[in-house]
Nanobody, 118 residues
Framework: QVQLVESGGGSVQAGGSLRLSCAAS????????MGWFRQAPGKKREGVAR???????NYAESVKGRFTISRDNAMNTLYLQMKNVKPEDTAMYYC????????????WGQGTQVTVSS
């Protein structure tokens, strides 16, 4: 059974930093396509950052240069380092995993809330 458990969310002032974690069980993260997504109230869910099994990363334009996705293979954990956060980064953040590049993400965590105050 696949489980993804996010942690690390909270309240932070604009310009501050947070690090989100996603502990995975039931999969080996290094062999999966992993991603961070977010959804703000009244808005559609959007992709924030992704990392493929080879380590290649890509980011939404809105977070480039501020967020970094990474993976600790020994801990089977995905991270999202958030720096210079902005009020518009306020959202519920979810991690997700898939095995095949062409499929939708079938595995999702329960989310962790990030709130940025100005």
């Amino acid at each position: 059974q696949v489980q993804l458990v996010e942690s690390g969310g909270g309240s932070v002032q604009a310009g501050g930093s947070l690090r989100l974690s996603c502990a995975a069980s039931g999969i080996t993260t290094i062999t999966y396509y992993m991603g961070w997504f977010r959804q703000a109230p009244g808005k559609k869910r959007e992709g924030v950052a992704r990392i493929d099994p080879g380590g290649k990363t890509n980011y939404a334009e809105s977070v480039k240069g501020r967020f970094t996705i990474s993976r600790d293979n020994a801990m089977n954990t995905l991270y999202l380092q958030m720096k210079n956060v902005k009020p518009e980064d306020t959202a519920m953040y979810y991690c997700a995993a898939k095995y095949r590049v062409w499929e939708e993400f079938p595995y999702w965590g329960q989310g962790t809330q990030v709130t940025v105050s100005s």
